[in-house]
Nanobody
Framework: QVQLVESGGGLVQAGGSLRLSCAAS????????MGWFRQAPGKERELVAA???????YYADSVKGRFTISRDNAKNTVYLQMNSLKPEDTAVYRC?????????????????WGQGTQVTVSS
């Protein structure tokens, strides 16, 4: 069983930065692949970034070069550093954990979800 709690969202002007954190409970955090998803009103949930248990990363084309995902297994925490934010990045961001080494683009393959944190980017 894994419980996930996000923090770090907020309101920021375009061009600014935020760092999201996702703290996980449980002693097997290092064995999970982790993903950051976002969902804006009226849009489908999309995978923004993911990191495998081994540290390999994936980024959606829309955030490549601006967002960085990382994990600290000693702290049971995954981070999403978001730079050069744009109004279209506005969404609820949720972290998710998937059993197994590799991340997935498919939300249904993630068994554990955080409650989400709102990110709002003003123009």
């Amino acid at each position: 069983q894994v419980q996930l709690v996000e923090s770090g969202g907020g309101l920021v002007q375009a061009g600014g930065s935020l760092r999201l954190s996702c703290a996980a409970s449980g002693r097997t955090f290092s064995s999970y692949a982790m993903g950051w998803f976002r969902q804006a009103p009226g849009k489908e949930r999309e995978l923004v970034a993911a990191i495998s248990s081994g540290g390999s990363t994936y980024y959606a084309d829309s955030v490549k070069g601006r967002f960085t995902i990382s994990r600290d297994n000693a702290k049971n925490t995954v981070y999403l550093q978001m730079n050069s934010l744009k109004p279209e990045d506005t969404a609820v961001y949720r972290c998710a954990a998937k059993s197994g080494t590799y991340a997935s683009l498919v939300p249904a393959q993630y068994g554990y979800w955080g409650q989400g944190t709102q990110v709002t980017v003003s123009s």
